[in-house]
């Protein structure tokens, strides 16, 4: 598989590698997310031994035996021995080192943990033993990876018996927009929002991108062919995380396809004859803590009343909205005809909500690299809805030591009018909104031929800057 991006983790992984002493590291994220890649690419060319272990859902015998053949393969070693415990295994790998250094991977330690003949904490009681007895003293490096998110948060609380042995955690996120157009950096910018639109931040799904071919050609064939590897892949995807949430595909469902970004309250009044409100709530947070579904809400709000979800993984959304309506015309060999009947609303709907999505990530990113001054100090959005039809939205709000800065997104080239809508919309603010001292507009290009001083741009291109990697 191809490997692009992940500059910060990798950094925090190669750094910690390259120490004299021991050092655990916990990796987590949702599944496909490139984990066990990231890992693969910070060892490379590493002067020692590693031994990458999969753990599976088996006693405690069949991983220890699993993690002895996989240092075999890695050392050539080929003596016949059997070990009883993890302890006994890793001191007689360092034995036989000498003064090669050891780098133990156990990739998603969670399933072993599930099925240990000593339960999840007499395992994780096991490991932190074998960390302090043998592996500390040889100055080894441990890096447990796992893509259960519950249980390994469970490992990093202060209660858990290995805390303190992994004091480095990278916590692995689906890739924003500009990391994905590596993924096809011969598209324009415009096509590339369109393919993050599509596509989403999944390595394992931009893997299957044919950059050779246009984004809407890549679309039509992965997605709306009987054959096409998405059109397959993505309902298996959401049947290992959404599916597992029991009303989650649902409530997911409702929520992508619904062109308001829906509240609890409403999500609620939809099955209140079938579900609680605290049923709902629950199902809700779980999508939330998968990163499949995020909550928005005004900027500097803490009022739950006022939250709204939106679908947070791009290619589950656009399946949704998309391809899971069509599937009986795809199956049928139509799909070229489905594609043509929602193109528009996918280019004109749909697309111009993830260029928001990524003009945010854009102003995280230059934050972060220090190309935006002031710093910004919060990013969010900004609604009102106080009835009588008295309502507005602005697309992204940053606030900065000066105050607000409101930035709006148009998937298309700026004009002129866009500009004066968006300063009387600003005139027509309720008195308890936050008001800004600048305006701002992400565009595809700027035309609108008005007064630099009224606004800013930033426009599509600029957003694809190769100093923002």
């Not at 690419?41 to 699993?66: R, S, T």
């Not at 999500?267 to 199902?283: A, D, P």
Request: charged content about 30%; overall charge negative.
């Amino acid at each position: 598989m191809r490997f692009f991006g992940r500059t910060e983790e990798l950094d925090t992984l190669r750094s910690g590698l390259a120490t004299d002493n021991y050092q655990g590291f916990l990796i987590y994220g949702r599944r496909h997310v490139g984990k066990s890649a990231l890992i693969m690419k910070a060892v490379e060319g590493i002067n020692g031994l590693v031994v990458f272990y999969q753990c599976i859902k088996a006693p405690d015998k069949v991983n220890i035996d699993g993690i002895f053949r996989e240092y075999q393969k890695a050392s050539g070693d080929s003596l016949a021995v059997s070990f009883n415990d993890l302890s006994s295994l890793v001191e007689y790998i360092i034995s036989r080192q000498k003064d090669k250094k050891l780098i133990l991977v156990l990739d998603e330690y969670p399933y072993w943990r599930e099925s240990s003949d000593l339960n999840k904490d007499g395992l994780d009681s096991a490991l932190q033993q074998c960390i302090d007895r043998v592996m500390a003293r040889a100055n080894t490096k441990l890096i447990i990876s796992g893509s259960y998110l519950s249980a390994m948060e469970e490992i990093s609380q202060e209660k858990s018996p290995l805390a303190g042995r992994l004091r480095k955690s990278i916590y692995l996120k689906p890739m924003d927009y500009y990391e994905a157009s590596l993924f096809y950096p011969s598209y324009s910018s415009r096509d590339k929002i369109i393919a993050y639109a599509a596509f989403g931040g999944l390595p394992f799904i931009l893997e299957t991108i044919d950059s050779s071919k246009d984004v809407l050609t890549n679309i039509e064939n992965l997605y709306l062919k009987h054959d096409g590897e998405l059109f397959k892949l993505i309902p298996l995807l959401i049947g290992e995380e959404i599916g597992k949430t029991g009303m989650g595909e649902t409530l997911y469902e409702q929520i992508v396809k619904s062109e308001k970004k829906p509240n609890l309250k409403e999500l609620s009044s939809l099955y209140q004859t079938r579900f609680t409100k605290e049923w709902i709530r629950k199902c809700l947070e779980s999508l939330v803590a998968m990163d499949v579904i995020e909550k928005v809400f005004p900027i500097g709000e803490t009022n739950e009343k006022v939250f709204r979800y939106i679908g947070a993984e791009n290619a589950f959304d656009f399946y949704f909205r998309y391809v899971r309506p069509n599937e009986d015309s795809i199956l049928l060999g139509n799909g070229k005809i489905a594609f043509n009947l929602f193109k528009e609303d996918f280019l004109k709907s749909y697309t111009p909500k993830i260029f928001e999505k990524a003009a945010k990530e854009f102003l995280i990113r230059a934050s972060r690299k220090g190309l935006i001054s002031p710093s910004i100090k919060n990013i969010g959005t900004y609604f009102y809805d106080i009835g009588n039809e008295n309502n507005g939205q602005f697309d992204i709000v940053t606030l900065d030591e000066k105050g607000y800065i409101f930035y709006e997104c148009k998937f298309h080239d700026l004009l002129k009018e866009n500009i004066q809508e968006e300063k009387e919309q600003i005139a027509s603010l309720p008195s308890f909104a936050p008001h800004p001292y600048a305006l701002a507009f992400f565009s595809l290009d700027d035309k609108s031929k008005a007064e630099k001083k009224e606004y800013k741009t930033i426009a599509s291109e600029e957003m694809f800057n190769a100093d923002l990697l």
